[in-house]
């Protein structure tokens, strides 16, 4: 009889079969990682839903393309700020290299305490089980994953300003938002840390234009201005010495470079110090808004100002 069975019958007794039947839940389940929870209420059954492991802090592989990003933009405008632009200022103006310098030490330190430092609840650092997979939140089943003050992710009883982030898939205490250039979560714990970063990133990008600004508007009106380092006087004629050729990465290892060369160089790295105004100062004013308001960056959706809601959905764009 099962010989002559046609494929539909056979299909269906294969599936009736306990053996096929966990075969077939193993070969679903084996693209991605699954795991079994407490029934939900109203139902009889444990589901099958997809766990991660929380992230620890911003270090915790793998890496956001845009924290990649940041940090290949930081080394760049480091480069070319303390290697090719700055040495060529003359006194006064040289005097812009300390506050440069602290400014991108200060950025430098407090990025890496805000991405080093783990924000999560007290609750869930006591537990230390960054090990074990939580399931993820699924908005689709349940409508909120901390409900009376207990997170049923975590299992952890947790304050009222804490929420739990999707992303790192843990509690985080004080959360403001989700910083994918830092990959990781700013909350109430490296949330300091987070607002230097930012004041010293608009300082250190601001002072760069200028120094390049008044490097450029020089370049034309009198470039024997730019040549003061003792470099030049060596390699150089240097009244002899037109305004085509300069040199870069002064003192320690001169190299000789085109005008046009440092004229573009100077002109990539403006526009980005512009892009990089535009965000910051962006961020940096979202933020004072929430300071004076006295709220927090997810709970602004609220605002029914549509100036306001426009905003909110920019700073999202980049920096949620």
């Known amino acids: 009889m099962f010989l002559h069975s046609t494929g539909g019958e056979c299909a269906y ?7 096929f039947s966990s075969i077939t839940v193993q070969m679903n389940c084996f693209s991605r990682r699954f795991r079994r929870t407490a029934p939900t209420s109203g139902s009889s059954k444990s589901e099958l839903v997809p766990f991660r492991t929380p992230r620890i802090n911003g270090w915790s592989w793998p890496p956001q393309p845009l924290q990649v990003v940041g940090w290949v933009v930081y080394i760049y ?5 303390f290697g090719i632009f700055i040495p060529l200022l003359p006194r006064p103006w040289n005097a812009m290299s300390y506050i440069s310098g602290i400014s991108f030490l200060l950025h430098f330190f407090t990025n890496i305490a805000t991405v080093t430092i783990d924000p999560a609840d007290a609750t869930v650092r006591a537990k230390k089980n960054y090990s ?3 399931p993820l939140f699924d908005k689709a089943k349940q409508a909120h994953v901390i409900q009376d003050l207990h997170c049923y992710l975590c299992d952890v009883n947790v304050g009222p300003r804490v929420k739990h982030c999707g992303i790192c898939n843990k509690c985080v205490e004080g959360f403001d938002h989700h910083c994918k250039w830092l990959n990781t979560c700013v909350g109430q714990r490296n949330y300091w840390f987070f607002f230097v970063a930012l004041i010293s990133a608009i300082l250190a990008v601001f002072m760069l234009t200028i120094v390049i600004l008044f490097i450029f508007v020089q370049h034309y009106l009198d470039p024997h201005i730019l040549r003061t380092a003792p470099q030049f006087a060596s390699e150089f004629d240097i009244f002899l010495l037109g305004n085509t050729t300069w040199l870069v990465f002064l003192p320690l290892a001169p190299v000789e470079t085109s005008s046009a060369g440092l004229l573009t160089l ?3 790295t403006v526009l980005v110090c512009v892009v990089c105004m535009l965000l910051f100062c962006h961020l940096l004013g979202f933020h ?3 300071c004076k308001r006295n709220t927090e960056s997810k709970s602004a959706s609220t605002c029914s100002s549509k100036s306001y809601t426009r905003s909110q959905e920019v700073w999202a764009l980049f920096f949620c």
């Open 13 to 19: 007794i294969l599936k009736s079969l306990p053996l």
């Open 288 to 290: 004072l808004y929430l």
């Open 266 to 268: 100077a002109f990539i």
């Open 132 to 134: 074990s997979p939580l």
């Open 77 to 81: 405008l480091a480069v070319v700020s």
